[in-house]
């Protein structure tokens, strides 16, 4: 009260609303008028910031947040009612006709797709200090996550302009401009700006890419629900992250959504910080969505027992409602248990869960997507992780918060939405980077580590199975073993996205009789380069601009690029070679550059 003279009327109405949701002891320990004035200021800009990010506000926040604390406490089942069980999808097998054919459609699907990336989380698993973002996706080209991912939308861009305009760019007068939203957190808005502006937004035109800030949430310190101060600033109220389903509401509340839909766009199709493999996925599964006329589609891998992914799972509830929906890693087993399932959460005979694993990659048709945001703001349906200190739940060991997740999302829709899945090969589709390579070493055999370690292996094994599958001989992997994690190592091939949007693509740039060795290492930075009658044992790199055409045909021989040990404690070695476990000793290499448009033939 003695601080009231200092507030303007708005910030008058925010204290009463905190004092009328019981949160008076955030004003308790406030110094007389005349001392910390400017941080009293400050701590009603945070209220008002936490207060309008909110769908409903911070009364509505404390709210929720009682219910869902009192539920925690009283053990309350979320699934109460449900049973599981294995839902029907797609499931593609990689090159086939049927795949060929989606991809196809997937293509023609992309001029009127949207993409939406989220990256507002740091991390901690991975252990990495910087965004993850700007982590190489693989050493041989350098690479990183962003970079990649853009090149991809410009790629799929591009082709997609090519087969249902004819058109043929670069120069060939394509308007489509595929939207590109990041979003960002606090942790990691100011470094993904600068990623992107100290590299020219990676090729893309900066007005196709917005930025939009998640704002974190207030944490809580009880059951009920009272706010925690920051614990370093009394006039603070401590915040964590809310979870990647944000991202729903702040599309919404961008105006994003309508602007998207007024241009002719029909997909919205979100996206995780560190899959490599990812946009080897899309076509096809796109194509999916498309065919299939899918409201929401989530991509899927096959999944091991108790791997930390969550389920895809057929919900239906005795009073007859059914639903298809991610059940998270760590409530499938239990769910499992409780309704039946003995054994919980545990492989079949093909040596997986018979429930697919969610790599959390949405594709959403966007005129059903905005009936639905329409209705709710965006909010998706929330949870709360408390830790408690003992058995009587009454007291925490640190503060938490309500959290929640786009894969969410479909809990809301009516029974008459049309959600399904599309399942691809995971060596196809997903290797995230995620575990430090403390935790990666400790990972069960036979599951997949999710480390920088094995995320980079991925793509060279995805790269030279595709090669296979498209008629080349790639040599067999051999074991390695880095950051105690024994990988199979397959030659280093990579490849720019405009090189090979779609299998077909691939499949159109190599003939002959081509030959790769385990030693070899290629990267094609090159968007019109053929392999023909290619024997390649040792390291070929081509740099080439994109109207250049390039024959190459003939035999590479040199001692190419050698892949050493480091040890990831090793702090004498940056962190982004450190958390994988070696670098490239760059021996050898045949290089050619084409700086100039024209038909070139190579023959080393
Ligand atoms: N993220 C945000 O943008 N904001 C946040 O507040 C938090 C995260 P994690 P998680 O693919 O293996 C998910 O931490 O949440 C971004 C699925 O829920 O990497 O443990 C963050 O930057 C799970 O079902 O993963 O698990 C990152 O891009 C499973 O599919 C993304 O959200 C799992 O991913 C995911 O954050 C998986």
Redesign the pocket.
């Known amino acids: 009260h003695k601080n009231l003279q200092l507030l303007s009327s708005g910030q008058i109405e925010l204290a009463k609303m905190l004092l009328e949701m019981g949160q008076s002891h955030l004003f308790e320990h406030w110094a007389d008028p005349g001392v910390d004035d400017e941080e009293k200021k400050g701590f009603f800009d945070q209220v008002d910031r936490l207060n309008s990010s909110y769908p409903g506000g911070l009364a509505s926040y404390v709210k929720s947040a009682r219910q869902l604390l009192a539920d925690s406490q009283a053990g309350k089942n979320p699934f109460d009612g449900f049973t599981p069980s294995v839902p029907k999808g797609e499931v593609l097998t990689f090159g086939d006709e049927d795949f060929i054919n989606f991809e196809e459609a997937g293509i023609r699907e992309a001029q009127k797709a949207a993409f939406v990336l989220?990256?507002?989380?740091l991390?901690e698993?991975l252990g990495y200090n910087g965004i993850?973002v700007a982590l190489p996706a693989e050493t041989a080209s350098g690479t990183c996550f962003l970079q990649y991912y853009i090149e991809s939308i410009l790629a799929l861009q591009e082709a997609s302009c090519r087969l249902v305009q004819g058109l043929s760019p670069p120069n060939g007068g394509c308007q489509t401009r595929i939207p590109f939203v990041i979003?960002t957190?606090d942790d990691t808005h100011a470094r993904t700006v600068e990623l992107l502006e100290s590299n020219s937004y990676f090729g893309m035109e900066p007005a196709q890419v917005k930025l939009l800030k998640?704002e974190k949430v207030a944490c809580l310190d009880d059951n009920d629900a009272r706010l925690a101060v920051e614990p370093r600033n009394k006039y603070r109220i401590q915040t964590k992250?809310?979870?990647?389903g944000?991202?729903h509401a702040l599309l919404f509340s961008s105006g994003l959504l309508k602007i998207w839909h007024d241009a002719g766009l029909r997909w919205v199709l979100f996206f995780?910080?560190?899959n490599g493999l990812l946009f080897k996925a899309i076509p096809a599964s796109l194509g999916v969505s498309s065919t299939r006329q899918y409201h929401v589609n989530s991509l899927a891998v096959p999944r091991r027992a108790k791997e930390?992914?969550?389920g895809i799972t057929k919900l239906t509830h005795a009073d007859g409602r059914t639903m298809v929906i991610?059940v998270?890693?760590n409530q499938l087993d239990p769910l499992l248990r409780a309704t039946g399932q003995v054994d919980g959460d545990v492989n079949d005979e093909t040596g997986f869960s018979p429930f697919p694993g969610?790599?959390?990659q949405l594709i959403l048709e966007l005129g059903p997507y905005i009936e639905e945001l329409t209705k709710t703001g965006g909010a998706i349906k929330e949870f709360v992780n408390p830790k408690y200190k003992d058995a009587s739940k009454t007291s925490f060991k640190s503060s938490t918060r309500l959290e929640c997740?786009m894969?969410d999302y479909p809990k809301t829709l009516p029974p008459s939405a049309r959600v399904g899945f599309t399942v691809m090969d995971a060596w196809l589709a997903y290797a995230?980077v995620?575990n430090s390579p403390e935790d990666a070493s400790k990972v069960p055999k036979g599951n997949p580590y999710?480390s920088a370690t094995s995320g980079e292996m991925a793509i060279y094994r995805a790269n030279s199975l595709i090669l296979r599958k498209a008629g080349v001989q790639v040599a067999n992997p051999v074991q390695q073993v880095f950051n105690g994690q024994e990988v199979e190592v397959w030659p280093r091939i990579t490849w720019k996205p405009k090189w090979g949007p779609t299998f077909a693509e691939i499949k159109r740039k190599v003939c002959g009789n081509c030959i790769i060795s385990q030693s070899s290492t290629m990267v094609i930075k090159g968007r019109n380069v053929f392999l023909e009658d290619l024997s390649l044992d040792g390291a070929l790199l081509i740099n080439a601009v994109e109207d250049a055409e390039i024959k190459v045909r003939g035999s590479v021989q040199n001692k190419g690029w050698i892949l050493e040990n480091i040890d990831y404690k090793d702090a004498s070695v940056p962190e982004q070679l450190r958390i994988r476990g070696f670098r490239i000793n760059k021996v050898e290499q045949f290089e050619k550059n084409y700086s100039e448009p024209g038909k070139f033939s190579l023959e080393p």
């Not at 989220?118 to 989380?121: D, F, I, Q, T």
């Not at 992250?241 to 990647?244: A, K, L, R, S, V």
Request: proline fraction near 6%; avoid cysteine.
């Open positions: 989220v990256a507002g989380g991390g698993r993850k979003m957190s998640q992250p809310h979870g990647h944000d991202v995780q910080d560190t930390a992914i969550g991610n998270e890693y969610n790599i959390n997740m894969q995230p995620k999710h």
